[in-house]
């Protein structure tokens, strides 16, 4: 028994990698793909590295340089109170991937999570969960986020929360179509024959052949949770003052007119990031071989 | 006709249904006595037992589900918390508001991205292609502050052409009103005509791709009608589904837009509300956006029929 199964687990090992390697090639050659990537790269270099990135403390106040233009001491000029914009990008970085990726974690988590329990279960708790995720899917992005801020208050956990539910119905939607269309697949039922429990089967069996095209939706939704999130700051329902963020920065450069490097800079980081995450997203897409998202 | 209206709302009711229900959630998620957030601190122990015997929270949740949107229904909002204003008199100044921003911003994307889509469609990598595919893909990533701050920075304080924030009611002074909602709607519309644009230059492609466009052409059909009457009404069918499943983002612009250009309206209730822990104002202007959104759905799917000679009614 055990000698006629490790030529088929082999088998199966080297088409599974292979299918790695040939996504991977793709991805390589997917010029927009890897342009986000390298994007993607370099501002998760700036959030890992900022303390030694940075020129300058970026809560460090400087009265002898309020509003300054960009120089030599200063490449992206100062702020209101003398703080160094450069530095305050950099460190917003850290603070923006963060919040995006712990969102996108959890959302993916709980509706990863209703959409496997929906598509495999079925029935009435299908119909229950699926009603309540459609029932989240008709209101706006922003505004559902608002509503739940409106609910837990106002501070950086809950705009975190605010930005998980507001991605859950889309992963659980995802995930539930897919799992249905495994579900009644040959090695679900050989699982099932074997007398594996459905836990077992969601997790080990399922999960597997669901997880490329989470993976893809999860990066394609990463420009739209990045600009939610800097919405949110730019109200000031993000992070508190101390802490920079871009959109918080975009807020306040909207009192000081007159100095233009105030709103170009953090603007233009949001922008390229957003851009970023989407043409990545969509590389990945092409390199995985998944119809998902638009 | 009627029957396809019928089975339009018929499916969107359960939709409206859950969503209302979701709002009217908000009490009950609230952390602690929902009466603090209606009424206050201040509020007396009579009063707080008079708001929960009319707000029924002693009966079961469906049953205060019913009264809630009874409520509603009748246009009794509640009061806000710091102003004691009826919050029907609030949403009555603020929808116009937000309702013109995002009418105007669907105006621009159909003035503008149509057309604009069109002749790239015409001319195949052309620069007119080229500059389209650019702006849908910058148009997209595009925050909208960030767009409006930008708009504000040229168009108001550099070359002094638009006033950069403030609103006058449209009634009021509709030369003004429009001169003041100009820069918004463009912030809200960037996107949405960056979209229009590429949507309209596919469909066209493939519409023109067609064996009915090659027979039309054979006979002899100006270029014009061909483009107009044959191409573009069958072409423009996507376009509507990708501007109604884009009224979810348009509205997240607007709100963040009224925030930028100071206009009162439905978002900068909703951002005022959280700021000031006023729930009620909250909660009636989110339900006003969601029931809106869902109403242009349905107008969506049914415009299709205007549209779709081949769709039977």
Not at chain 1, 276 to 289: E, H, Q
Not at chain 2, 77 to 90: I, K, W, Y
Not at chain 2, 141 to 165: H, Q, V
């Amino acid at each position: 028994m055990s000698q006629s199964l490790a030529p088929a687990l082999a088998i199966r090992e080297t088409r599974s990698e292979s299918r790695f390697v040939t996504a991977a090639r793709r991805l390589l050659h997917h010029r927009a793909g890897m342009c986000g990537l390298t994007v993607i790269l370099v501002i998760v270099i700036c959030a890992a590295f900022a303390p030694w990135l940075a020129p300058y403390d970026p809560a460090e106040i400087d009265y002898d340089a309020m509003i300054a233009p960009p120089s030599w001491l200063h490449p992206l000029g100062t702020d209101e109170i003398g703080r160094d914009i450069l530095s305050r990008v950099i460190f917003g970085a850290r603070v923006s991937l963060q919040i995006v990726f712990v969102a996108i974690v959890l959302s993916l988590l709980v509706g990863g999570a209703i959409g496997l329990a929906s598509g495999y279960v079925g029935g009435r708790t299908d119909n229950v969960l699926m009603r309540l995720m459609d029932g989240l899917l008709a209101f706006p992005l922003l505004v559902l986020a608002l509503g739940v801020i409106a609910v837990l208050g106002p501070d950086l956990i809950n705009a975190i929360i605010a930005l998980a539910v507001v991605n859950v119905p889309g992963f659980a939607r995802l995930v539930r179509g897919q799992v249905l269309s495994v579900r009644e697949r040959d090695f679900v039922q050989a699982a099932r024959a074997t007398g594996a429990g459905h836990l077992r089967i969601m997790v080990v069996h399922v999960w597997p052949s669901v997880a490329g095209n989470v993976i893809v939706y999860a990066s394609l939704r990463a420009s739209a949770v990045l600009i939610t999130e800097s919405s949110l700051a730019f109200l000031g329902l993000g992070a508190t003052p101390p802490t920079p963020t871009w959109g918080q920065m975009l807020a306040t450069a909207m009192e000081y007119w007159s100095a233009w490097w105030m709103s170009i800079f953090p603007g233009l980081a949001i922008f390229f990031a957003a851009l970023a995450f989407n043409f990545f997203g969509d590389g990945l897409r092409d390199a995985l071989d998944v119809r998902i998202g638009e | 006709m009627i029957r396809h209206v019928a089975r339009r709302v018929v499916y969107l009711l359960p939709i409206a249904v859950m969503t209302s229900f979701l709002v009217f959630s908000m009490l009950l998620l609230l952390p602690g006595d929902p009466t603090f957030a209606l009424l206050g601190e201040t509020a007396t122990l009579q009063e707080r037992a008079a708001l929960r015997t009319k707000l029924g929270f002693d009966q079961a949740i469906p049953v205060q589900y019913a009264r809630w949107v009874g409520h509603m229904a009748t246009g009794d909002f509640g009061r806000s918390l710091r102003t004691q204003e009826p919050v029907a008199d609030m949403l009555a100044a603020r929808v116009p508001v937000t309702l013109e921003l995002t009418v105007l911003a669907v105006l621009l994307a159909v003035v503008i991205g149509v057309p604009g889509g069109i002749i790239a469609s015409l001319k195949r990598n052309g620069w007119a292609d080229l500059f389209v595919s650019f702006f849908a893909m910058g148009g997209m990533a595009l925050p909208y502050f960030w767009a409006g701050i930008l708009l504000i920075r040229l168009f108001a304080l550099k070359l002094d052409w638009l006033p950069p924030s403030g609103f006058v009611p449209l009634a009021q002074d509709p030369v003004a009103n429009l001169k003041l909602m100009i820069l918004p709607s463009v912030t809200v519309g960037i996107s949405l005509v960056a979209l229009v644009m590429r949507q309209t230059r596919t469909s066209m492609l493939e519409v023109l791709s067609q064996d009915y466009i090659r027979t039309a052409r054979a006979k002899g059909v100006s270029r014009t009608r061909l483009l107009v009457r044959h191409a573009l009404q069958n072409a423009l069918i996507p376009v509507v589904t990708v501007i109604g499943l884009q009224m979810g983002t348009l509205v997240s612009g607007a709100v963040v837009t009224e925030t930028i250009f100071s206009l009162p309206g439905l978002g900068r209730m909703v951002v005022e509300g959280i700021f000031t822990r006023d729930l009620a104002p909250v909660q009636a202007a989110i339900l006003v956006i969601v029931i809106g959104v869902i109403l242009v759905n349905l107008l969506t799917d049914l415009s299709y029929a205007a549209l779709d000679r081949r769709i039977k009614l």
